[in-house]
């Protein structure tokens, strides 16, 4: 199967053909998946900003990540089931669209990029994760995952400009 | 008169200069949805702990005092951001019903907020009536973001 007729598989399901017909239930879904990634982004942005050491300094990463990360993962959840559920409405247009592409892109860098620092970096941190002042590597998973995540939210506004 | 009002915005020197640059709105929206993202986690957050729906990390009054200075940046962007994109489209935000809806939750919003600091500075978390506060916060937040979101569709 083709992934021209992938696309229109999926876009001629019952579910998608519902969400592209309905006056309501896209904009509802837009809605709900910037709630969705508003909580993605603040609660991922305050994890960055202790890494950076710009905020929540006297928390230690590990403390602050347990407390915020359960907040990010249903928020993201909450995401992909919202976007999946629009993509598959439009699902040639939205597979075509290049500000879509690069937003995929720069989940998976970050996806990347926090494997990273889960894998590598943060084990080395163990008796520094207290301190305000965190070594350079970690500073730069912070650094990269935001740039990372404002580049998510830029692309996904673009998108409503060129569809 | 609202109309007129719109006419007069949109013939300044300001607003004829930033409306032909097309990719100024998305640049401006999108700072808009980071300052949404900012207050949005920080009051979820916090009404959820007042509704104690969120038990893990530092107790609720310390909590809330440090995401306020956060909480003023991201308001002020807002507002910045908000009324920087009225006067690139005054017609736009100022002539939609569902714009004057959003600014009337928003409003609640502060009156409800600005009320709920006050109890918690004085009382601390134990009033009795935070909790229903809390869940007009929530309810509100989410009918103004999506009000906002509907702007562009109405």
């Known amino acids: 199967m083709s992934i021209n007729d992938s696309l229109t598989w999926l876009q001629q399901l019952p579910l998608a053909v519902t969400i592209a017909e309905s006056n309501w239930l896209y904009p509802i879904l837009e809605a709900t998946h910037v709630l969705a990634i508003g909580i993605v982004f603040g609660s991922i942005a305050m994890v960055d900003l202790r890494l950076l050491g710009l905020a929540w300094r006297e928390r230690s990463i590990d403390d602050l990540t347990a407390t915020v990360l359960p907040w990010t993962w249903v928020a993201f959840a909450l995401a992909v089931l919202t976007g999946s559920l629009m993509f598959i409405s439009k699902a040639d247009v939205f597979f075509h669209n290049l500000p879509l592409r690069l937003k995929f892109a720069c989940i998976a860098l970050a996806g990347i990029n926090m494997l990273v620092f889960h894998g590598v970096t943060h084990p080395r941190l163990a008796s520094a994760a207290c301190g305000p002042a965190l070594p350079r590597a970690a500073r730069a998973a912070g650094g990269i995952s935001l740039s990372l995540w404002i580049g998510v939210v830029c692309a996904g506004r673009w998108i409503g400009f060129t569809l | ?154």
């Open chain 2, 1 to 154: 008169m609202i109309e007129n009002f719109c006419t007069w915005l949109a013939a300044t020197a300001l607003s004829r200069t930033l409306a032909p640059l097309e990719w100024l709105v998305p640049i401006v929206q999108t700072v808009h949805i980071l300052g949404i993202a900012v207050t949005l986690t920080a009051l979820v957050m916090l009404d959820f702990r007042l509704l104690g729906w969120a038990r893990r990390g530092p107790p609720t009054q310390e909590f809330s005092a440090r995401i306020l200075p956060a909480l003023w940046v991201a308001l002020l962007v807002l507002l910045m951001t908000g009324a920087l994109l009225t006067v690139i489209e005054p017609k736009r935000e100022l002539l939609s019903n569902v714009f004057r809806v959003k600014m009337l939750l928003v409003v609640a919003l502060a009156a409800s907020s600005v009320t709920m600091g006050r109890t918690l500075a004085r009382d601390g978390s134990g009033s009795t009536w935070l909790k229903p506060v809390a869940a007009i916060n929530l309810v509100l937040l989410v009918a103004i973001v999506a009000a906002g979101r509907f702007i562009a569709y109405v």
